[in-house]
T-cell receptor, first 114, second 112 residues
Framework: DAGVIQSPRHEVTEMGQEVTLRCKPI?????LFWYRQTMMRGLELLIY????????DSGMPEDRFSAKMPNASFSTLKIQPSEPRDSAVYFC????????????FGDGTRLSIL | GQQLNQSPQSMFIQEGEDVSMNCTSS?????WLWYKQDPGEGPVLLIA?????ELTSNGRLTAQFGITRKDSFLNISASIPSDVGIYFC????????????FGDGTTLTVKP
């Protein structure tokens, strides 16, 4: 079975540029999560969708970050404009029903903002 | 907010040794999860615990949900080189729906 698929795996761009990260959750999963992982702060939840609707976006750092889930099989996380401090590994995860069930993670996007 | 203290931060052991790591919290969780992360990959779920006192095994791995619901431990028996990686605990509570609180991880190194 295909797991959570993220693209790109790596992204290097200059500050000020727009960055778009993509995620395809596991088919049939109703919940999708975006995380950011850094050495300093560990794994942080950015936003949580259930049935394509954003439920909790309190972890989104600031207005430069936005996330969408136009359908059950696709989500994007956008950063505009990007800054060097946004450099991190961004993970997408999905779960079967809601937050109460274990989340399955993708392999992440390693983002470097120069 | 909820915080998890995971210890130890890192471990260096000899192949064949047993390993134990734990997580403690100042608040109660309804679910405890243990993940392993290999370099360049996302965390992979190892064990999920849903009831206080629950003891669950997955091969050489055993995890327990503490009676107080504020702690959990993970044991690995007879470690092998492929056990190398970062192990994370995560807690979920009904009062903080949608947010898994993650520990800072335990980095395990196994020497052949």
């Amino acid at each position: 079975d295909a797991g959570v698929i993220q693209s790109p795996r790596h992204e290097v761009t200059e500050m000020g540029q727009e960055v778009t990260l993509r995620c395809k959750p596991i088919s049939g999963h109703n919940s999708l999560f975006w995380y950011r992982q850094t050495m300093m702060r560990g794994l942080e939840l950015l936003i949580y969708f259930n049935n394509n609707v954003p439920i909790d976006d309190s972890g989104m750092p600031e207005d430069r970050f936005s996330a969408k889930m136009p359908n059950a099989s696709f989500s994007t996380l956008k950063i505009q404009p990007s800054e060097p401090r946004d450099s991190a590994v961004y993970f997408c995860a999905s779960s079967l029903v809601d937050w109460s069930q274990p989340q399955h993670f993708g392999d992440g996007t390693r983002l470097s903002i120069l | 907010g909820q915080q998890l203290n995971q210890s130890p931060q890192s471990m260096f052991i000899q192949e064949g040794e047993d390993v134990s790591m734990n997580c403690t919290s100042s608040s109660i969780f309804n679910t405890w999860l243990w993940y392993k992360q290999d370099p360049g990959e996302g965390p992979v779920l190892l064990i999920a615990l849903y009831k206080a006192g629950e003891l669950t095994s997955n091969g050489r791995l055993t995890a327990q949900f503490g009676i107080t619901r504020k702690d959990s431990f993970l044991n690995i028996s007879a470690s092998i080189p492929s056990d190398v990686g970062i192990y994370f605990c995560a807690g979920q509570s009904n009062t903080n729906a949608g947010k898994s609180t993650f520990g800072d991880g335990t980095t395990l190194t196994v020497k052949p």
